[in-house]
């Protein structure tokens, strides 16, 4: 059994995001997919507006940014070009579940072959903590200062149920990142859409839940509390689709 790379040998020195951001630990575990794997020298990432943009300071691969929402469409126009690359799209929850939600619904109906990470930390991090679409009924933010009223607002938006009724995707998943042994279990999801995708097979989309101390008003420790006892309850987590399990 080979050794855990616990260091990816794509991975900056010093952490780039906000003071207890479990962004950092979603680029960590990609970075040891991709070193386990033996991909990284033929990897293309992709990302777009928000906190996702950082990892072009925290990653040290070929990187592709674009305008907000629209990975989706450039990863496709990326990996239709080059079909022998190996390519992954990283985004958060207001950039792929609202800007970006016509291109993610394409992508994944089209079965495009590139795996899409999706950072759900129920705001919008990088902008000044605005609600998202996965911001939770009752949760503040900066434009729902007394909490998020379904009536008014509208629900929180599932994005693995919603891919789920597509016809295409061969991997739908969602993990949290708030103990150790959700972290084990995203990373395995992780590698697996990796190895769906190094096996030819159609879309793959994992859903990270994690948190954000800085706009959720908390230290980070209880950000992980909040997540286990509120986010996760209102985003189960598991495998929604799995071709291989004939789930």
Request: glycine content about 8%; proline content about 6%.
């Amino acid at each position: 059994m080979s050794r855990e790379i616990l260091r990816p040998t794509c991975l900056k020195p010093g952490n780039k995001y906000c003071p207890g951001c479990m962004h950092s630990m979603s680029a960590k575990l990609i970075g040891q997919c991709l070193d386990e794997l033996g991909i990284t020298d033929k990897t293309i990432a992709v990302v777009a507006v928000g906190c996702s943009t950082m990892n072009l300071r925290q990653l040290d691969l070929d990187m592709v940014s674009c305008a907000h929402g629209r990975a989706p469409a450039v990863a496709t126009g990326l990996k239709r070009t080059q079909p022998d690359t190996f390519m992954f799209v990283y985004q958060g929850d207001g950039d792929l579940a609202s800007i970006g939600l016509a291109e993610i619904m394409c992508a994944a109906n089209r079965g495009e072959h590139f795996t899409v990470i999706f950072a759900n930390n129920s705001t919008y991090g990088m902008t000044g903590g605005q609600m998202a679409p996965t911001t939770l009924i009752g949760q503040k933010s900066t434009t729902s200062p007394r909490g998020r009223n379904a009536a008014v607002d509208g629900y929180p938006t599932h994005m693995c149920e919603i891919l789920n009724t597509l016809q295409a995707p061969s991997y739908i998943v969602r993990c949290a990142l708030n103990n150790p042994a959700n972290i084990r279990k995203a990373k395995e999801c992780i590698k697996k859409a990796f190895e769906y995708q190094l096996d030819g097979k159609a879309f793959s989309f994992v859903e990270l839940l994690t948190n954000c101390p800085t706009n959720w008003g908390m230290a980070p420790l209880d950000t992980l509390k909040f997540m286990e006892e509120n986010t996760i309850p209102a985003f189960p987590l598991g495998v929604f689709r799995d071709v291989e399990e004939g789930v």
